[in-house]
């Protein structure tokens, strides 16, 4: 069965990928599996690239024309992904406003509307920017979140760690984004005012998988009522990212401190690279959302 | 006679043995008495540094800004120092610093992750400061990789660079084989920073400076976690019979270290058993608070939880693991 197939119409949903690390590569790979997105085109700056080949070898037009090439198709693509930095990601924001663009940020730049799909939907604002806040955010904010709904929380924390090999240069360079953004976006979230954000980055070998540790100052909580609200929020993210598990839930007078890692299914990512997979499998989720709504397709995005 | 910068971080890593607690009259004592001694560098801050104060490591008593204002008003030759970790604190704990007159800001990284500091290091040669870098549990690298790292931040515009013994874990020959690798990779002063967990700090520190070291870290009764760090009043004389110049004043020094014993530590450290575990399982001593806790409460013997978290290459800052490794090596012996 083709793709068009499948979304029963003749124009598909397009999508283009900005940006060609880890990140890039597996969001082709998982365009490349979504029966309703068709990857319609990969850009980079570097004509060497890996991710570039990685794309060609799966079929896909690639540029390295950057951020020209987007804005110099005939017609504009419905979901744009950017895996670029914080800083390129301001510019690309302010060039395809005018299109007709859904605009997906995987870097921590704060832009777009904050989604973290268990606690917001996926629903398409009316700007179209959609910010994925952070990998830590990501993995951190469910549990935020369902701590602060059931219990009053005085202070949260997230210590996330992140293995060296698979932290690119503009993850390097893009700390003190990570660290303000994902602390906004726990403190949103979870209604607590008072919250902060840390990144480790390991260089174990072999190497971590990639954890999440949530500290809350929550008085009067048992280890019972947080184990079950952590568990039931972890099950619903693992409905699009099945590598999200609770590894340890403590409560110590009025600390709590809940860990998860997560792994990654992916035919590019190593397994502890869950960072990456939970990031991109939310953006793939708000993108086949979106295409939905397009009313060109006749699937949603059911696709694990 | 050969000249040697000591820097004293009393005030930041010692915070680590009474988990961030230092007040506004111990850090304003202690750096008057610094600054009356003529040690040169004095560094202030949370033990993990600037932005650091957090559940992960410990709150700290006092916040940065009063900390800094302090410790500011107390210096008046000395030069204050800052330390900062990137992925705790960020760009604007570095400008709040410098507006608050910090001479000298070091950036500490992982030593095979120094791309890390590359942007932090860029934003501070930009605004002018003096910006150092070090290269923390370098006993996890070569001579040549540690070389080759701070050759690249010098490139990203560190004025200094080198290396700290995170784990207390080198001898003598180790230290000498390192510093010397970096001293011919830069063009900077290299910097050496250790710790007493197997009681070769004073002695390692030597052999760094006969390897070309010029900036030395000490502090007083070597106020620092676990075994704690270099002796500071025994390494400048031992520097200085050495045939190395200090200019700081011993009366002046040995007084500043009765204060630091009296007003800044309930004890001075001491290599005890777990300290000798954490130097043999190269992990960062600033663990052993919680170790200890956790392992207590777990009924876990806590020198397995060192050699296990050494197993896992756990890095400064990676405090959350000791509640999963506790987990784990409890769950083993109800298997077991």
Known sequence: ?304 | MTPVVIHDPTLRDGQHAVRHQLGVTALRGYAEAADAAGIPVVEVGHGNGLGASSIQVGQAAVSDDLMLSTVREALRHSQMAVFMLPGWGTSSDLRKAIAHGADIIRIGVHCTETSLAERHLGFLAEAGAEAHCVLMMSHMATPEQLAEQAAAVVGYGARGVGIMDSAGYFLPDDVTERIRAIASAVDVPVIFHGHNNLGMAVANSVAAAAAGAGIIDGCARGFGAGAGNTQLEVLVPVLERTGFTTGIDLYGLLDAAEFAERELMPAPPFTGSLSIVSGLAGVFSGFKHQVLESSGRAGVDPRDVFFELGRRQAIAGQEDLIVDVVAELSAREVAG
């Not at chain 1, 395809?96 to 940020?105: G, K």
């Not at chain 1, 792994?263 to 993108?287: K, M, Q, R």
């Open chain 1, 1 to 304: 069965m083709t793709i068009t197939e499948h979304v029963g119409t003749t124009e598909p949903v397009t999508v283009a990928v900005i940006g060609t690390g880890a990140i890039g590569q597996d969001l082709v790979s998982k365009v490349h599996n979504s029966p309703v997105l068709e990857c319609a085109l990969v850009v980079g700056r570097n004509p060497d690239s890996a991710g570039l080949r990685h794309a060609e070898r799966l079929g896909y037009p690639t540029t390295a024309g950057g951020i020209d090439a987007i804005l110099a198709a005939p017609r504009p693509f419905d979901v744009v992904f950017d895996a670029t930095n914080a800083m390129s990601h301001a510019e690309h924001w302010r060039l395809l406003r005018p299109l007709d663009t859904l605009l997906i940020d995987l870097t921590p730049s704060k832009l777009g509307q904050m989604v973290v799909p268990t606690v917001t939907g996926t629903q398409t604002p009316t700007e179209r920017n959609v910010s994925l806040i952070s990998c830590g955010g990501q993995a951190s904010i469910p549990i935020a979140h369902a701590l602060a709904s059931r219990f009053t929380a005085a202070y949260i924390e997230v210590v996330s760690t992140v293995a060296s090999t698979i932290a690119g240069r503009a993850t390097r360079l893009n700390l003190d984004e990570y660290v303000a953004t994902t602390q906004q976006a726990i403190s949103a979230f979870s209604g607590v005012a008072d919250t902060k954000a840390i990144l480790n980055i390991s260089p174990a070998v072999p190497p971590a998988t990639f954890r999440t540790a949530v500290h809350a100052v929550i008085p009067g909580a048992t280890t019972e009522a947080v184990r079950a609200v952590v568990d039931a929020a972890a099950e619903q993210v693992r409905a699009f990212a099945p590598g999200y598990r609770v590894t340890a839930c403590s409560v110590t007078g009025d600390r709590v401190v809940v860990s998860v890692e997560v792994t990654a299914t992916s035919e590019v990512l190593p397994h502890y690279a869950g960072n990456l997979d939970i990031i991109n499998s939310a953006a793939i989720l708000v993108a086949e959302q979106h295409a939905a709504r397009l009313g060109r397709t006749t699937r949603t995005g059911a696709r694990r």
